[in-house]
């Protein structure tokens, strides 16, 4: 996983986040579903949701940070510390909810993560799960890119973000019968003046770890000056994201 959290500015500054995985609450099929895991559940705003919809939620996420804040907002749901990656539960439920996590594992553990879900999941249970799609965020990547590359700086990031085809056969190679897949642009808007070059610091931490303050300060404002005319919208600034949201289950 490639995540480095500042959980109460996330919560704080980001809570767009589990706000539009509301959409995706509405996949689940209540008639066939009671215990539900929230896989990388962060502060628990979705798994407070999943509980007022009536699932015996549990919430698991890498952060013990996020964890507690998702304590403190849900004292009856159990949380635990869980990799992604590599997880087992002790008894299967009948779904497993993902929103905004998938994209933070590298493409090569994608198959860990599956085989893990499909073990979690009882015969006939349910994968409902949204994340980065191909394009996502191209123009924020693409201009960050041209202001490393123009100073001789390496650039790379590590997130993944799929076709609905590379990721279906992802998931049919790990035994998933996928039964609905979207792609679909979502441009989402940022709070205040900065918020673009606040999502640039909070979100994209890999290529500016090895070069000194000054300079990746001076690389975040050219960023924000470059994307001004596509991305500023009236003085809000907007991410352009794109999101993948699917429906498997594991085929009894
Ligand atoms: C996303 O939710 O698409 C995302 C957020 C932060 C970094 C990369 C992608």
């Known amino acids: 996983m ?3 959290w500042d959980a109460r500015k996330y919560v704080q500054e980001f809570d767009f986040v ?3 995985g509301e959409a995706l609450l509405a996949l689940l099929d209540p008639e066939q579903v009671h215990s539900v895991l929230d896989l990388g559940c962060g502060s628990g705003a979705l798994t407070a949701q ?3 919809a009536g699932y015996a939620v549990c919430g698991m996420d890498a952060s013990e940070e996020q964890l507690r804040l998702a304590q403190q907002r849900c004292p009856g749901i159990p949380f ?3 990799d992604a990656t590599d997880f087992a539960l002790k008894m299967p439920v009948d779904a497993v909810f993902s929103n905004a996590v998938l994209h933070w594992i590298d493409r090569e553990r994608q198959a860990d993560t599956l085989r893990c879900v499909y073990r979690a999941l009882r015969q006939g249970g349910q994968f409902v799960f949204e ?3 191909a394009g996502n965020a191209e123009q924020i990547y693409d201009a960050l890119r041209q202001a ?3 100073r001789h700086f390496p650039y790379q990031i590590s997130f993944y973000f799929p076709s609905i085809g590379e990721y279906a056969s992802l998931m049919e190679q790990a035994g998933f019968r996928v039964t609905y897949a979207t792609l679909f642009a979502r441009p989402t808007p940022l709070k205040g003046d900065e918020g673009l070059a606040d999502w640039i610091r909070m979100f994209i931490k890999e290529p500016f770890s090895a070069i000194p303050t000054a300079q990746a300060d001076e690389i975040v404002r ?3 000056e470059t994307l001004r005319p596509a991305l500023c919208q009236n003085g809000v600034w907007l991410v352009d994201y794109v999101r993948l949201r699917c429906k498997a289950d594991k085929q009894a």
């Open 80 to 82: 635990f510390k869980g």
């Open 50 to 52: 999943l509980a007022a």
């Open 222 to 224: 050219e960023t924000v």
């Open 148 to 150: 490393f590359e123009k």
């Open 2 to 4: 490639n995540i480095q």
């Open 131 to 133: 994340m980065g799609g």
């Open 18 to 20: 589990p706000k539009y």
